[in-house]
């Protein structure tokens, strides 16, 4: 079955993506070469088979509003 994660962290040669509320670590090497800490990724099987980058752009705009609005500004400017 196909699940979404977020890249946590880079632990050595391991990758932790958060999927469920879970850390669940995959080897590095087999991972998309530009994979980065925030990304959303799909996993399947015990492997990561890409980077979701709709839902990854998504997540960083709502980010970015959430900092626009702390910091009562555009951070565009």
Known sequence: MK???IV???EGGRV???I???MVDFPRD???AMLA???VVLVEN???LGIDEQETQRM???MRRRFERILGKNTDE
């Open 3 to 5: 699940q979404t994660g």
């Open 37 to 39: 800490e925030g990304m």
């Open 30 to 32: 087999e991972a998309p």
């Open 16 to 18: 932790v993506i958060e």
């Open 20 to 22: 469920e509320n879970q």
């Open 46 to 48: 015990g492997r990561i």
């Open 8 to 10: 946590d962290r880079f």
């Open 60 to 62: 960083e705009d709502d």
